[in-house]
T-cell receptor, first 109, second 114 residues
Framework: GQNIDQPTEMTATEGAIVQINCTYQTSGFNGLFWYQQHAGEAPTFLSYNVLDGLEEKGRFSSFLSRSKGYSYLLLKELQMKDSASYLCAVKDSNYQLIWGAGTKLIIKP | SAVISQKPSRDICQRGTSLTIQCQVDSQVTMMFWYRQQPGQSLTLIAT?????????ESGFVIDKFPISRPNLTFSTLTVSNMSPEDSSIYLC???????????FGEGSRLTVL
């Protein structure tokens, strides 16, 4: 079967760095997405990785290793507004999006 | 990316009734989808809304329960029929323009069935 694993919840301190991991087993691979979802709101797109390596976008970076079936989202200089759920999603060989359950990130002052 | 508007944003419904959710995109999109997200859980794809033809439903979802229309490239509706408390959820409309493109989402419609 197809599976995406992420930690359920993480806690970090304002100003610090946090890394949210995502491992996947899917039938084929056509890219990995990270989305941010604030409570009660719709998900918003953060990043897309299809090749191995690190993609940096301001305070957020996303890394992919296809051979290991692994990705992480790195958030630097954490702000209170970064408190949200972070969803990892993989597009399989049929271009179907397989979603992880999300990681709830709690930022403390 | 396009902007998606959904309505209603929330509603409280009685058991046995039906509710239609509307999704309007501010530009033409190739593909539109309907998702459900139950409290504390991730997204579950209900169906792909196909322009001018019947939607393509995922396992566990049927047309009689979730009829979908997509008359053109900017508009779609999802009806939740004969609702029960188990249908209480957030329903999200989404779209993308390329197979490899990212999904963008509407604000969601939060339904509570009593």
């Amino acid at each position: 079967g197809q599976n995406i694993d992420q930690p359920t919840e993480m806690t970090a301190t304002e100003g610090a760095i946090v890394q949210i991991n995502c491992t996947y087993q899917t039938s084929g691979f056509n890219g990995l997405f990270w989305y941010q979802q604030h409570a009660g709101e719709a998900p918003t797109f953060l990043s897309y990785n299809v090749l191995d390596g690190l993609e940096e976008k301001g305070r957020f970076s996303s890394f992919l290793s296809r051979s290991k079936g692994y990705s992480y989202l790195l958030l630097k200089e954490l702000q209170m507004k970064d408190s949200a759920s972070y969803l990892c999603a993989v597009k399989d060989s049929n271009y179907q999006l397989i979603w992880g359950a999300g990681t709830k990130l709690i930022i403390k002052p | 990316s396009a902007v998606i508007s959904q309505k209603p944003s929330r509603d409280i419904c009685q058991r046995g009734t039906s509710l239609t959710i509307q999704c309007q995109v501010d530009s033409q999109v190739t593909m539109m989808f309907w998702y459900r997200q139950q409290p504390g859980q991730s997204l579950t794809l209900i169906a792909t809304a196909n322009q001018g033809s019947e939607a393509t439903y995922e396992s566990g979802f049927v047309i009689d329960k979730f009829p979908i229309s997509r008359p053109n490239l900017t508009f779609s509706t999802l009806t939740v029929s004969n609702m029960s408390p188990e249908d209480s959820s957030i329903y999200l409309c989404s779209g993308r323009n390329r197979e490899a493109g990212e999904l963008f989402f509407g604000e969601g419609s939060r339904l509570t069935v009593l």
